[in-house]
């Protein structure tokens, strides 16, 4: 075999462009856009086409003057309305003018020339192909009614294409995923002592490029292997002026001739005549029937028709047979998945439920072993490496395609070498990673397959020159094939997915049962705290209250003796007590998520910039403040009060946690928290958020510091130095925002405290965007209706305002304030407290105006804001709020900044 040369291998020759046919047939080549002239012509046309020699030359004649115009006439209206198809011609009969016999002729459309193939009909044809025929319609009953395996309709199907036929064999050969092929049909003459059945063939046999031609053309006719091709002339003109000079696709014509090596490999096996035809499922190469000869055989075009259409039935069984075969298959997983699922239901731990009981995740999949590596802890279920192994598999596995939920391989220790050592018990691995950490995964094993029967050495023969050469032998070959298991089906990865989620759903389940345990453990150590820690409040507001009570005292005492002097000391001692106050009752507001929001559109960018200087008088010249800000930063949605408040919290703590001097980071990033994160976290919403960090380099926190940081009224420092209110309010300010805390410390290297708040996607509020002007007096006759329960409130209000030059109308409750509104009053603005007596409360009486007041301006003062009445922190257009107690200037700017 060396003497063989490496452009005859099939693997390298362009095999769909041979240049010669097969001689029981001629080909004309035609080319429509040349007024439909015969450019190219099999050498042996004219011994086919005539009894008797022609005068006239073919090429460069019409096809009308060749073959009638009738004819013509036909396939010039196939070949406008497309369907000359190369996967199925236009099979036809014709004869010619003083010819004693007729022609079959296939015509076929491909690369812009249409090629029309003729052979001579016989006397018998008609017959062979009636009967032919009635053969085809007893195998289609019979293909129908077969509902046994895969090889059971190979039987049928090959049993009946030889009765059509007349080949002494028939095979029915099945590709596997990597191209090999196997014999799972087999019927031959019992004096044909060579057989094929069951054995398999390596891909190199038939090599990609025949692949790829048996795709698109679904047969392939051999009467005669050893008959002399019969080469094409061409006009040569018209074959100059043609792109590829050389080329004449021949890839969908019966007639092309087959490859040297195709010949020289039925040679080795014995084979003389030949047929093949593709088996196409789902418009992939399934197989093929493949009929042997050993001598020279022609069925006729009636029976290689009727052969060809029961192997597109056999393809249709197929699809459905494998179709119920995996249905079956599925179902039996579904079954198994279904019950483990129940059995994890009531289970309190997730590796139990897995791998303990009548039903584990071993018995999934047809493995042979399998693996949980949950919580830090390994299982092991059927025969599988020892768990350093594992784990040392799983290391390597949390590396690769890090976006995968699943890892599948079924020839792992390709690319993971130290697992070569564990190919014969888990040459196969799948691997479901159930968290976007991959710390925990689910594992299943298979064993590699023992043993092969091949028809002949895999190993095809080369010449000296490289080239593939055709096999000698095909006699049995037994391999033992180590380092590759089964493949893993795509519904047996659909399955695994949905044991994934299913595992996931108890594991929430489970973790918000620990959330809630946790919440009702927080809410009792909460209502301990503050039980313990009344008297502290209670001392620190007594003393609050006494400074104020005192101050204003002696400021009374001071004015009646008209000593003037020392007035503005205690007034000023008399607001630091009362702003403290104000301050610590903030903070339980914002730790019991009560407080009143005015959530607004917020560039965080923005913000942090404004607060720069503020941090840096705050936290002194021993720490370096940086704050870094982010391109493309999206909005939040938040109140920016609160969010400077917990800024500076955060900052003070941060402080506190440098006593000799540090870095502080203030930093805005966009973020992105998945589900899978969301999973593990059953308090965060999966979605887009703006993470603004606050990171030093100070003490750090102990884990168990750390897990208590959002307690309320929890405080490391000393007594009299904090009330353990400022991380709560920040968690509560977050939480109320719709958004997210968590803490990051390490002892020795500093803490960061995140803040992740929801992006906003609505349009920019101008009113909100835009810095006003504040001019806190009144500019002309504006009308102010203050509606408030408390007396002393309602007196100061309507005085500043008065002072101020509004004119101010006063109203004790929501119904004395709507007889105001209902009337034909002016009303410029409406200032209402939130929480009124009599049934009627601030923001009902806002609702009822705006009816027949729509473009009114409301402003609300509470003390405590029910959400409900403020529809949960969104106020509509026009309307704001604002928290008492509240400065009066303040106040003056804010109805000035709404007029």
């Known amino acids: 075999m060396s003497g063989w040369a490496a452009d005859v291998s099939c693997s390298y020759e362009p095999i769909h462009i041979p240049g010669t046919i097969q001689p029981y047939g001629a ?93 001579r009909s016989r006397p018998a044809d008609q017959a062979e192909a009636m009967t032919a025929g009635r053969l085809l319609q007893e195998a289609i009953v019979e293909l129908r009614g077969t509902r046994n395996s895969l090889e059971a309709l190979g039987r049928v199907a090959a049993r009946h294409v030889r009765l059509i036929t007349g080949y002494e064999r028939v095979v029915i050969y099945k590709f596997d995923a990597e191209w090999n092929g196997q014999a799972i049909a087999e019927l031959k003459n019992d004096d044909w002592s060579q057989s094929l059945d069951g054995l398999h063939f390596p891909a190199s046999d038939i090599p990609a490029q025949a692949r790829a031609l048996y795709q698109r053309s679904p047969m392939r006719f051999v009467p005669d292997r050893d008959a002399t091709p019969m080469p094409l002339d061409a006009d040569p003109v018209w074959m100059s002026a043609r792109a590829a000079p050389q080329a004449i696709d021949l890839s969908f014509a019966r007639l092309r001739s087959l490859s040297p090596i195709h010949m020289q490999y039925h040679r080795n096996m014995g084979v003389n005549g030949s047929i093949s035809m593709s088996i196409l499922h789902e418009q992939t190469l399934w197989g093929l029937v493949i009929c042997h000869h050993r001598r020279p055989h022609h069925p006729s075009p009636g029976q290689r028709t009727a052969a060809a259409a029961l192997t597109d039935v056999f393809a249709l069984r197929v699809g459905s047979n494998e179709r119920a075969a995996t249905d079956q298959a599925r179902r039996r997983e579904l079954a198994l998945l279904s019950a483990l699922l129940i059995h994890m239901a009531d289970a309190e731990d997730v590796t139990a439920a897995l791998t303990e009981g009548e039903t584990t995740i071993g018995n999934l999949f047809s493995s042979t072993g399998a693996a949980v590596l949950y919580n830090g802890t390994v299982a092991l279920i059927g025969e599988t490496p020892p768990e350093t192994d594992i784990l040392e598999l799983v290391a390597w596995l949390r590396t690769q395609n890090t976006a995968d939920k699943l890892f599948q391989t079924n020839a792992l220790s390709a690319a993971f070498p130290a697992w070569t050592r564990y190919t014969a018990i888990a040459s196969g691995v799948l691997a479901v990673f159930l968290a976007a950490d991959r710390s925990d995964v689910l594992l299943w094993f298979r064993q590699e397959p023992q043993i092969v029967n091949w028809g002949g050495s895999p190993h095809a023969d080369a010449s000296e020159s490289g080239s593939i050469l055709p096999r000698l032998s095909f006699e049995r070959w037994v391999e033992t094939r180590h380092g590759v298991a089964t493949p893993w089906d795509d519904w047996e990865l659909e399955i695994a997915d949905s044991l994934r989620h299913g595992i996931m759903e108890v594991v929430i389940r489970g973790l918000r049962k620990v959330a809630d345990l946790n919440d009702r453990l927080r809410q009792s150590q909460k209502m301990e705290a503050v039980g313990q820690l009344t008297g502290g409040l209670a001392h620190d507001f007594n003393n609050l209250l006494t400074g104020i009570i005192g101050s204003l005292e002696l400021i009374g005492h001071r004015l009646g003796q008209g000593r003037l002097a020392d007035l503005d000391r205690y007034i000023g001692a008399a607001m630091t007590s009362a702003n403290r106050a104000a301050s610590l009752t903030h903070r339980l507001l914002a730790f019991s998520r009560r407080q009143t929001l005015d959530p607004r559109p917020l560039d965080v960018n923005r913000l942090i910039s404004s607060m720069e200087d503020l941090i840096r008088r705050t936290t002194g010249p021993g720490i370096h403040v940086e704050t870094v800000a982010s391109g493309g930063l999206w909005r939040t949605l938040c109140d920016a009060n609160q969010l400077e408040n917990a800024l500076l919290n955060l900052a003070i703590n941060a402080r506190d946690a440098m006593p000799e001097g540090g870095r502080l980071t203030i930093e805005a990033t966009n973020a992105r928290l998945d589900d899978d994160y969301a999973d593990l976290h059953p308090d965060v919403i999966a979605g887009q958020y703006v993470a603004i960090s606050v990171t030093d380099t100070g003490s750090g926190m102990a884990a168990e510091v750390k897990a208590r940081a959002f307690d309320p009224f929890f405080t490391t420092k000393p007594l009299g130095q904090g009330t353990g209110l400022g991380l709560s309010m920040v968690y509560g300010f977050a939480k109320q925002s719709n958004g997210y805390t968590t803490i990051y410390s390490e002892i020795g290297q500093g803490t960061s405290v995140r803040l992740y708040l929801p992006r906003y996607l609505g349009k920019d509020d101008a009113a909100a965007a835009a810095l006003p002007v504040l001019l806190p007096s009144s500019q002309g006759s504006e009308i102010v209706l203050v509606v408030d329960d408390e007396p002393v409130v309602r007196m100061l209000i309507g005085d500043v305002l008065r002072d101020l030059g509004y004119a101010v109308i006063e109203a004790a409750d929501g119904a004395e304030g709507l007889r105001v509104l209902d009337s034909p009053q002016p009303v410029d603005l409406l200032i209402s407290d939130v929480g009124l007596p009599g049934g009627l409360n601030g923001r009902q009486l806002a609702d009822a105006a705006r009816v027949g007041r729509p473009d009114l301006k409301v402003l609300f003062i509470t003390g405590y804001a029910e959400n409900a009445v403020l529809s949960d922190g969104m106020l509509a257009p026009a309307m704001q709020v604002m928290t008492k107690p509240f400065a009066l200037d303040a106040l003056a700017a804010k109805i000035r900044s709404m007029m």
């Open 27 to 119: 080909l004309l080549v035609v080319d429509p856009a040349l007024r439909w002239t015969i450019v190219a012509a099999s050498r042996n046309a004219s011994a086919v086409l005539f009894e008797t020699p022609w005068l006239k030359a073919i090429i460069g004649s019409s096809i009308a003057q060749v073959l009638g115009t009738v004819f013509a006439k036909a396939l010039l209206h196939r070949f406008h309305e497309e369907r000359l198809g190369g996967e199925a011609p236009w099979q036809s009969t014709l004869t010619l003018p003083d010819q004693p016999f007729s022609l079959d002729a296939s015509s076929h459309s491909h690369a812009g020339l249409v090629l029309v193939e003729l052979e």
